[in-house]
């Protein structure tokens, strides 16, 4: 692979990255770490995610325990849990704070689903417009005649087969998720 394709490529996994994340963080009607892990929370003077101050665990399908290692920030954890607006209000128990994640109606599931065509949407934007900057790239090379014109058509060919094959993990990940959405 040409060395100008190589040097965009982290840019492709970067996108392919954040939407894996942003599916892995939208609520299912199961229990998942991933949901309140990166919360910020305002403790000790500092915004800090809920995973560096609290045991996060999964004990029932529908159940996650955040376990504040201090119990004195069990309040700001409460706060921002509700403040992140992710649909799930924490119980405090005293000790730890425990959210039951509500079962998904047949609308919640369709707002799901058209919440993740968005997300896709958004990546293949992405996608796209790193491939128009590596393309802009490729003709301004072989107008400066660092290139051939054989070369500038041979690096599009192969930045197309690039792009194809990322869109396809787009639609993989899409795909797998609204399956995920869709199952009772």
């Known amino acids: 692979m040409h060395s100008l394709l ?10 392919i990255a954040r939407l894996k994340d942003d599916l892995a963080t939208m ?3 199961r229990a998942n770490p991933l ?8 403790a000790y003077g500092a915004k800090t995610p809920i995973k560096q101050l609290a045991s996060i665990s999964v004990p ?14 069990i309040k700001e954890v409460e706060k921002g849990i509700v403040a992140a607006n992710i649909g799930i209000n924490p119980v405090n128990e005293g000790q730890q704070l425990r959210l039951t994640v509500p079962q998904l109606t047949e609308e919640s599931r ?6 993740v065509s968005e997300k896709e949407e958004k990546a293949r934007v992405a996608i ?3 491939r128009d900057r ?8 072989e107008r400066d005649k660092a290139i051939t014109e054989d070369d500038k058509y041979n690096l599009i060919k192969q930045l197309d087969e690039l792009v194809k094959d990322y869109n396809i993990q787009i639609k993989e990940f899409g795909e797998k998720k609204v399956n995920e959405i869709m199952t009772i």
């Open 6 to 15: 190589e040097n965009h490529k982290s840019k492709f996994e970067q996108t």
């Open 27 to 29: 609520r299912v009607g």
């Open 35 to 42: 949901l309140v892990e990166n919360i910020v929370i305002e």
């Open 60 to 73: 029932e399908a529908r159940t996650i325990l955040v376990q504040p290692w201090d119990k004195g920030i």
């Open 110 to 115: 369709k707002e799901l689903t058209k919440s």
């Open 128 to 130: 796209r417009q790193v």
């Open 134 to 141: 590596v393309k802009e790239e490729i003709v301004s090379q």
